[in-house]
């Protein structure tokens, strides 16, 4: 090989931070994404930083001379530094918000549902304007800029030490997976906005490092002299919040109370306005009683709860007067279980009707801080109350891990769609609301038990919860399951409930006469089945595959392999979707923005990575060995990126809270990626190819193993404590990130005998891999995460027929 440069210990330490920034960014991207805009923009921050490194390695490849590798180090140098210019950039944008916040809004306005309060600002169309399109672009290019430079700063590094590749790939992996730990930490320290200054101070330390011995002293002097503006703008952000995001729910909100981040959220608390307190969802029209006063409090940008003024005899009939309140009212004294109880709605509630004992399990540790210590004095502390238990943990876990049976088991409209741990376009997965969480539930139940679900009507979720709950009781081998079923409706929230035993006359009765007081709507009742609405037809049916064939919707259960609760589009309309039809039957406008990102990042990669490699290089597609090179550098992007999304969703319900599967397996891939690609070193010059063609088949079988045993292991060990299961995660994964970590590097001196065509592989590499992170949350979202592990075996597989079809010149 002709690359003599040597690498040294500050270049590994120079590649290891960069690295780490470089996740950082993607990561706090997700973050900051979610807070300003729909939730499934933070889907971008992968794509954003797999194109923004692919394009690096296409300027490289086009443009040799402008980055000669004699140079490779101070080169290197500079593009880490413009890296902490663009972050620092970044962060200047919410400087200018704060400044002029209705600049702020007419950016962000399209991106909230106008017809919700306090989402009246924006516009009213359901459709996507075609002129969303090059905004979107705009938005894609400007945010990519730092990995960019990043990806840069990496693809010279790794041309110039080819020699050295599996060394330096491991401390590029190591780097990265050290950034899915410290993020959590800075999140959790300076919250978002803050972190990306130090993220920003990371890509200057990494420049420093990068720069040579005898660089001028002036350069060095430099990059301190900006590290330490960066660190007094952090400092001064941290006291003084003066960039700190001042938008709720798509609109400027100046008398903001108190507003927190943490790993995985940021909760804002504000004042509510009159008509949100007058209008609460599942009150009863008939009630007459006081309001009490409330705070809203949201939870990045869409999810939604109320804090309320705690006076108990003043208020309790409010709370007695909510659709939510029936189950409690046919089980008085109840021992209860709250899901997701956000600012204490749903244990005000059962504590008004005289429940017990309420177990409130609440994902969110501000949510909890917010309630007992930040406004203490206005809800009372509540979740200190002798007859509340608090626990802080994600609720399915909780359920799966308890022994305690309920009398009734509560989830009011508990909002899942939070940002993507695994940075693709997930669409609102939630295992909350899959067979197998039902089944949880029911195993949890008294005899006489009820899961009581509240959702909104109009968005065809409660006949997804029918559709589950007939499912259960088919399971469970119940003659008569629509026995067993009930929802009422106040205006647009319906109470679903399912009752462990069949519904007596009696509690019939007594909820008709809650309903006519109440002026409650009844959609399903057990006693009164000849009704002709959709929920009828689909109980008569039991849930038939004929009725969901004919349905418009895709409202079949949904299984932890495929838990997207919320997302209702059949497979066949999404493809439709695709030739942008004048009409669509799903005017889904987070769908349509789903559909408009698919095709921004699919014409973006391939205008300005494949486009340009076909026309520019022309000559070397014709080159012998060329055609098997490339294929098998495109399979490792797809293969790769298939199956860590595919593993990540296997681990989220065993780890409990998103932010620990994502920490804990990134970490585990990357890490022992990196101590794989160190292993593969050890393979002498000239055997690569014969190891890829062992190593391969292995990686093959392996990841079929994980497809087959992970589901049941996995099962079995959700009991444990929350460290050993991830001590156990870790171990389980890493057999398979050793064997991931080698390809690359050994495909990497397999096939390039100079590191002359390194950026060119490399870029289709980056390529594929945008184009994985979006096909695998697509495939995901219609077919499940199995169906998403298999595919990356098959792609595998043909990287395997690559390297086997190609013959060293």
């Known amino acids: 090989m002709n690359n003599s440069s040597t690498l040294d210990r500050r270049t590994c330490w120079g590649m290891f931070l960069l690295c780490m920034a470089t996740l950082m960014y993607e990561l706090v991207l997700t973050r900051i994404f979610s807070v300003l805009m729909w939730y499934h923009f933070a889907s971008m921050a992968i794509s954003l930083a797999l194109f923004g490194l692919g394009a690096a390695a296409l300027t490289i490849a086009l443009a040799p001379r402008w980055f000669p590798l004699e140079r490779g180090s101070l080169i290197a140098a500079r593009w880490s530094a413009l890296f902490a210019v663009g972050v620092t950039l970044f962060f200047g944008l919410f400087v200018l918000f704060r400044l002029y916040p209705q600049f702020g809004f007419t950016v962000l306005s399209f991106f909230h549902q106008p017809h919700y309060q306090p989402f009246q600002q924006g516009p009213g169309a359901t459709s996507v304007p075609a002129g969303m399109l090059p905004a979107l672009a705009a938005l894609y290019l400007v945010t990519a800029f730092p990995f960019y430079c990043s990806g840069l700063a990496v693809t010279l590094l790794l041309t110039r030490h080819l020699r050295d590749i599996n060394r330096l790939y491991c401390w590029d992996l190591l780097g990265a997976g050290a950034g899915c730990m410290a993020i959590i930490a800075v999140l959790n320290l300076v919250g978002g906005?803050?972190?990306?200054?130090?993220?920003?101070?990371?890509?200057?330390?990494?420049?420093?490092?990068?720069?040579?011995?005898?660089?001028?002293?002036?350069?060095?002097?430099?990059?301190?002299?900006v590290l330490a503006v960066l660190t007094a703008a952090g400092i001064g952000n941290y006291v003084a919040d003066y960039a700190e995001i001042r938008f709720a729910r798509g609109r400027y909100e100046p008398g903001m109370i108190?507003?927190?981040?943490?790993?995985?959220?940021?909760?804002?608390?504000?004042?509510?306005?009159?008509?949100?307190?007058e209008r609460?969802?599942?009150?009863?029209r008939s009630y007459r009683g006081p309001i009490p006063e409330q705070l809203g409090m949201v939870i990045d940008d869409s999810g939604y709860t109320t804090l309320f003024r705690r006076?108990?005899?003043?208020?309790?009939?409010?709370?007695?007067?909510?659709?939510?309140?029936?189950?409690?009212?046919?089980?008085?004294?109840?021992?209860?279980?709250?899901?997701?109880?956000?600012g204490g709605k749903d244990v005000l509630v059962a504590l008004a009707a005289d429940a017990a004992r309420v177990t409130a399990v609440e994902l969110n540790s501000l949510i909890a801080e917010a309630v007992n210590e930040r406004f203490a004095a206005f809800s009372g502390e509540l979740y200190r109350d002798p007859r509340v238990r608090l626990v802080v943990d994600e609720g399915r876990s909780f359920v799966r891990r308890s022994s305690e049976t309920f009398d009734v088991i509560q989830a009011s409209a508990v909002f899942g769609r939070m940002a993507p741990a695994a940075g693709a376009?997930?669409?609102?997965?939630?295992?909350?609301?899959?067979?197998?969480?039902?089944?949880?539930?029911?195993?949890?139940?008294?005899?006489?038990?009820?899961?009581?679900?509240?959702?909104?009507?109009?968005?065809?979720?409660?006949?997804?919860?029918?559709s589950l709950g007939l499912e259960l009781l088919k399971e469970k081998g119940v003659e008569d399951p629509a026995a067993h079923l009930v929802v009422i409706r106040e205006r647009g929230l319906a109470n679903f409930m399912l009752k462990r035993s069949p519904f007596?006359?009696?509690?019939?009765?007594?909820?008709r006469e809650e309903a006519r007081a109440r002026e409650y709507d009844l959609v399903f009742m057990p006693d009164a089945r000849d009704g002709d609405s959709q929920y009828h037809r689909l109980i008569a049916s039991q849930g038939s595959d004929a009725f969901y064939r004919e349905f418009p919707f895709d409202i079949r259960p949904v299984s932890d392999d495929r838990p997207f609760f919320y997302y209702m589009l059949k497979p066949e309309d999404f493809l439709r979707l695709l030739t942008f039809p004048e009409q669509s039957p799903f005017e889904d406008r987070a769908i349509l923005t789903l559909r408009n990102l698919l095709v921004v990042v699919t014409g973006l990669v391939l205008v300005c990575l494949l486009l340009p490699l076909a026309l520019l290089r022309g000559r070397e597609l014709r080159t012998p060995g060329t055609a098997p090179r490339l294929l098998y550098f495109a399979c490792?992007?797809?293969?790769?990126?298939?199956?860590?999304?595919?593993l990540l969703r296997r681990f989220t319900v065993f780890l409990g809270p998103p932010i620990y599967a994502l920490a804990v397996v990134l970490f585990a891939l990357l890490v022992f990626a990196g101590i794989g690609s160190l292993l593969a070193a050890r393979c002498g010059p000239g055997a690569e190819r014969r190891m890829l063609l062992r190593l391969l088949p292995a990686l093959i079988l392996l990841s079929l193993v994980y497809v087959a045993v992970l589901p049941p292991v996995l099962t079995s060990w959700l009991t444990l404590p929350l460290l050993l299961r991830c001590v156990l995660a870790v171990v389980l994964l890493a057999p398979l990130g050793l064997i991931l970590g080698m390809p690359l590097p050994l495909g990497m001196r397999a096939f390039h005998p100079t590191p002359a065509a390194v950026p060119w592989s490399w870029g289709i590499n980056s390529a594929t891999s945008v184009f994985g992170a979006i096909f695998a949350a697509v495939l995901s979202m219609n077919f499940g995460f199995t169906l998403t592990l298999l595919a990356g075996v098959g792609v595998y597989l043909v990287g395997l027929a690559a390297v086997w079809w190609y013959r060293p010149g």
């Open 193 to 225: 906005i803050t972190a990306i200054l130090v993220i920003a101070a990371l890509g200057l330390a990494a420049a420093a490092l990068f720069l040579p011995a005898d660089a001028p002293r002036g350069r060095r002097a430099g990059l301190w002299l």
């Open 258 to 277: 108190w507003s927190g981040w943490n790993s995985f959220s940021r909760v804002a608390v504000y004042p509510s306005q009159g008509q949100e307190q």
């Open 280 to 284: 609460a969802w599942g009150l009863s």
């Open 311 to 342: 006076d108990d005899e003043r208020f309790r009939e409010f709370f007695r007067a909510n659709v939510i309140s029936l189950a409690y009212a046919l089980r008085p004294g109840a021992n209860a279980l709250a899901i997701g109880p956000g």
């Open 425 to 466: 376009f997930t669409l609102s997965e939630n295992n909350l609301y899959t067979v197998e969480a039902f089944r949880d539930y029911w195993d949890r139940l008294s005899e006489d038990g009820i899961l009581s679900i509240s959702r909104f009507i109009f968005e065809r979720e409660t006949l997804r919860l029918v």
């Open 504 to 511: 007596t006359t009696e509690e019939l009765g007594f909820l």
């Open 636 to 646: 490792l992007g797809l293969g790769f990126m298939l199956i860590e999304i595919g």
